[in-house]
């Protein structure tokens, strides 16, 4: 059949993109969900906002304000990151991948539109969360074209660095319960990585701990792109480093890009009704 | 058509009924060290509503998950639709319809929402004689849910939720239907209602289905022909009439000899009787006669399968296949 390969391939792209704006939609219409997503930001926010009045010594910069962007990268890796992965694990629980199995291209139109979701909503939770603060905040940089260029590409790399690492995880939990511990595993990495504490203030083995994840690295992306350049003085080295942001997010990247297809094919290949019934066995039996 | 690549082999109506759809070989299934299907044979042919019965445990599941291939085989040779499930690509799974016992998949989904986006995924697949997807709302109309159309799938009840399931499984317009245990967890209503939406789907459109059931009378509402599942081997095969008329020219003679009792199935039982009474006369008492149905056999079947009394095969059913 001449063409059917690219129209089989536009057939998954498009029920894949048919399905991220569903579930988009799905999502960001309803107020208890983004109520769960947003609460930790915005409570980090409104915190920050009653304790962080002070100036940041010799700028007129409040702490504050120093602490959004932190509190923003953290939100992008609960957001996506944790978001793919709790996914994963729940649709799979429910039958969803199932059916996508059971479907010609359901697992490739699956992931696109999972991925795709996931990252609209953690942008949309960025935006949201960037609008008040600009208005309470002093000092964030949002009036420079440039700021905007930055936060873009400093998103978009810490998109490409958490979702296939979520995908990983999702792939390798089989229920939400032992996901619980990647979100401790998560809320240690954020105590650790200069969101709400500057990293420089810790000791050397955690700043070293610190700089091994993507959740400082993204703090730190962002703070360049919406922080005047002379709080850069406040960082590990004084410099914003912006090489080494784009080195160790690309690093996170290229392994989550190396081990998901992995992981997911295996997940993939588990999946069956057996396996679906057995798990909802497991569940009735727990809430029993 | 010349030149497309999906087409399925349903030149001839004539085929109907010739034409294998499933066709499996010595099918063998070993998890660890337990064999759950030690040598399977059956082949399904096109068009036919085929039950596979038995009880839980007897490899039911793991046999349609091989062919649906979402479970690779120990051994055996195994063709759906003419391939071997293990190696199936897009374009062959396209031309099967699964229909998956659901829980609470797609909760915040709206039905027509969800089957519109099913249906996206088989459009490349579509022939002349075959369109696919199907229409929705003319689908939505079949399984009885035009009324739910908008809404959201977590607010449906059981039954309804089980109309969906059956219409995602239908939404390619596939040639070979899979059920599994279908109706698991039904009140008897929801179980009735279930078999008239499949034979209306059944006697509709030229599809073949294979079905999973541990219930008798299921398969014999459903099916077209039955497989009786066994210690991992197909023990019968035929249409319910079939099986009922092989099972019930044997009677069970129950009987006591000086108090003893005494239980015998047999062809014959006038003549049986009339010996019986030569060689014992009056120290033969409680005297009963019985034909034993389908049912009586098939319950045998099961509970020596359970208590592992070999395959369990009781002699009237072996030698079905012919």
């Known amino acids: ?99 996508a199995k059971a479907t010609p291209h359901g697992m490739s139109a699956y992931l696109v539109g999972k991925v795709l ?49 979520g995908a990983v995880l999702g792939s390798l939990f089989s229920n939400v319960q032992t996901l619980g511990f990647i979100t401790l595993f998560l809320m240690a990495l954020v105590a650790v990585s200069g969101v709400f504490y500057p990293i420089t ?48 997010l690309g690093l996170w990247a290229v392994v989550g890009f190396m081990l998901a297809p992995v992981v997911l094919r295996r997940m993939a290949r588990r999946e069956s009704g057996s396996a679906v019934a057995a798990r909802r066995e497991q569940l009735m039996q727990r809430a029993a | 058509m010349d030149g497309n690549d999906v087409p399925p082999p349903r030149a001839d109506p004539a085929d109907i009924g010739t034409a294998p759809i499933i066709e499996v070989h010595d099918l063998r299934m070993r998890y660890g060290t337990k064999d759950v299907l030690t040598g399977m044979h059956f082949t399904v042919r096109r068009g036919e509503v085929v039950a596979l019965l038995g009880p839980n445990g007897a490899g039911k599941s793991t046999t349609i998950e091989i062919l ?4 690779k085989r120990s051994a055996g040779r195994v063709e759906v639709l003419g391939v071997d499930p293990d190696h199936g690509d897009e374009a062959w799974r396209a031309r099967l319809g699964i229909v998956l016992q659901s829980w609470r998949d797609h909760g915040r989904w709206r039905v027509r929402q969800l089957l519109a ?94 079905l999973t059931t541990h219930d008798l009378h299921e398969a014999e509402k459903l099916a077209d022909r039955i497989l009786i599942l066994a210690g991992g081997v197909v023990v019968a095969d035929g249409s319910p009439a079939q099986l ?10 129950r009987y006591s000899i000086d108090g003893r009792p005494e239980v015998r199935s047999v062809d014959d039982a006038t003549a ?51």
Do not use: C
Request: hydrophobic share 45%; glycine share 12%; aromatic share 8%.
């Open chain 1, 1 to 99: 059949m001449i063409g059917g390969a690219v129209g089989k391939g536009a057939v998954t792209l498009r029920a894949g993109l048919d399905r991220a704006w569903i579930e988009f939609r799905q999502t960001a219409t309803s107020v208890v969900e983004l109520v769960s997503w947003l609460w930790i930001p915005l409570a980090a926010l409104l915190i920050m906002y009653f304790v962080g009045d002070a100036p940041v010594p010799g700028t007129g910069v409040t702490l504050g304000a120093q602490a959004i962007p932190g509190i923003l990268g953290m939100n992008v890796v609960f957001t996506a990151l944790l978001g793919l992965a709790m996914a994963l694990t729940a649709d799979r629980e429910d039958g969803t991948l199932l059916r």
């Open chain 1, 117 to 165: 979701s996931k990252a609209g909503m953690t942008v949309a939770t960025v935006v949201i969360l960037l609008i008040p603060t600009t208005f309470l905040f002093d000092g964030l940089q949002v009036d420079r074209v440039s700021s905007w260029v930055d936060l873009v590409l400093v998103l978009l790399l810490g998109l490409v660095a958490t979702l296939p690492i």
């Open chain 1, 201 to 248: 203030a810790l000791p050397g083995w955690l700043q070293l701990v610190g700089q091994m994840f993507p959740v400082y690295w993204l703090g730190l992306g962002l703070r360049s792109a919406l922080l005047p350049d002379d709080l850069a003085l406040a960082e590990i080295g004084g410099t914003w480093r912006g090489w080494e942001v784009v080195g160790v």
């Open chain 2, 68 to 71: 649906e291939g979402f479970r």
């Open chain 2, 117 to 210: 986006h099913f249906g996206r995924y088989y459009r490349p697949y579509g022939t002349p004689d075959r369109p696919r997807p199907f229409d929705v709302d003319d689908l939505i109309a079949m399984v009885g849910l035009t009324e739910q159309g908008g809404s959201r799938i977590g607010a449906l009840s059981g039954g309804q939720r089980r109309r969906l399931d059956v219409a995602i499984g239908l939404v390619g317009r596939p040639d070979l239907l899979f059920l599994d245990e279908p109706t698991t967890g039904f009140d008897p209503e929801a179980r009735q209602d279930f078999h008239h939406v499949v034979q209306r789907l059944t006697a509709a459109d030229d599809m073949t289905v294979l």
């Open chain 2, 244 to 253: 009922a008329t092989r099972v019930s020219s044997k009677a069970e003679v």
């Open chain 2, 272 to 322: 049986y009787v009339r010996e019986l009474f030569e060689r014992h006369g009056r120290a033969v008492g409680n005297l009963e006669i019985r034909r034993a149905n389908l049912e009586d056999v098939y319950l045998t079947m099961v509970r020596n399968a359970v208590t592992g009394q070999g395959t369990g095969v009781p002699r009237e059913l072996s030698g079905a296949k012919s």
